[in-house]
């Protein structure tokens, strides 16, 4: 499969927002976003195209988890490319998480 632009590793920056929210003693809720603009291109895919001149891309992302403080946790994460260039390519990708965290020490005190 070869790809063209948008592809590769990115530096990228930009602002994020982040918020906790303690519901009671035993759930957390936290989510984070941010949106990130590419500032260097870093490196290409081995199956992709570069296109000089091609502007980079932006990106976008969220989060939403729920924590116990047994470290038990489920969150759903959706990440999403902004092609700012004529090609078609765009991207996503959701993920739903269910694990466990090591929680160091006890906050409710």
């Known amino acids: 499969i070869i790809v063209q632009d948008p592809q590769g590793y990115y530096f990228t920056a930009g602002p994020s927002i982040i918020a906790d929210y303690l519901v009671n003693d035993y759930l957390l809720v936290s989510f984070k976003t941010s949106y990130s ?3 260097w291109k870093a490196v290409d895919l081995s199956s992709g195209i570069s296109i000089p ?3 980079l891309p932006h990106f976008y992302g969220a989060s939403l988890e729920l924590l116990s403080p047994w470290g038990v946790f489920v969150e759903i994460d ?7 260039g004529s090609n078609p390519n765009k ?15 006890d906050s409710r005190q």
Do not use: Q, S
């Not at 959706?78 to 700012?84: G, Y």
């Not at 991207?91 to 020490?105: A, E, H, S, W, Y």
């Open 78 to 84: 959706h990440n999403r490319i902004i092609n700012r």
């Open 53 to 55: 001149g091609y502007p």
């Open 37 to 39: 603009l590419g500032y």
């Open 91 to 105: 991207g996503n990708r959701t993920d739903f998480n269910l694990g466990f965290k090591f929680v160091m020490g």
